[in-house]
């Protein structure tokens, strides 16, 4: 793979269409987590006063509502898909040994899934009332 002289970034791949489906999956994260977090800051930042949100804001206006939830859960899993996929052109791009490379994607692959599960089961199981209670 060689480097575009006019981007100086990865240029699209030529082999497998697994390495194109990554790669394009890549730049799709990358605008969606443009769209989410601009629009997850504006909304916290400029839409509610940031003075006023405390658990009680988070139980009654955000986990109270299924948007919300699905728009974090959106978020989060934008967040994972993105990061892990750059952290595997890194190890694809630096780890020269084929065993040292196979072992390392695969225990990045696991603490992945473990990521995304913990985070849905968050999202999706944590009450409402749980938010309220003593700090």
């Known amino acids: 793979m ?4 006019v ?7 030529r082999g497998s269409r697994k390495e194109l489906a990554v790669w ?3 730049r799709v994260t990358a605008v969606a987590l443009f769209v989410l977090a601009l629009a997850h800051f504006s909304i916290l930042h400029f839409i509610w006063d940031p ?3 405390n ?7 955000r ?3 299924i948007f919300w939830r699905g728009f974090d859960w959106l978020l989060l899993t934008t967040v994972l ?3 892990f996929l750059g952290v595997r052109t890194v190890v694809l791009d630096y780890v020269h040994s084929a065993t040292l490379r196979t072992a390392t994607l695969w225990l990045l692959y696991v603490v992945g899934i473990v990521l995304f ?7 999706v199981t944590l009450p409402v009332s749980a938010l309220t209670g003593p700090m």
Request: neutral net charge.
């Open 51 to 53: 003075a006023e949100q």
């Open 2 to 5: 060689s480097v575009s002289p």
């Open 55 to 61: 658990s009680q804001f988070i139980a009654d206006e």
């Open 24 to 26: 394009y999956l890549m």
């Open 63 to 65: 986990w109270n509502s």
């Open 7 to 13: 981007s100086r970034a990865r240029s699209r791949p």
């Open 81 to 83: 898909v993105h990061a």
């Open 117 to 123: 599960i913990l985070g849905t089961q968050v999202i």
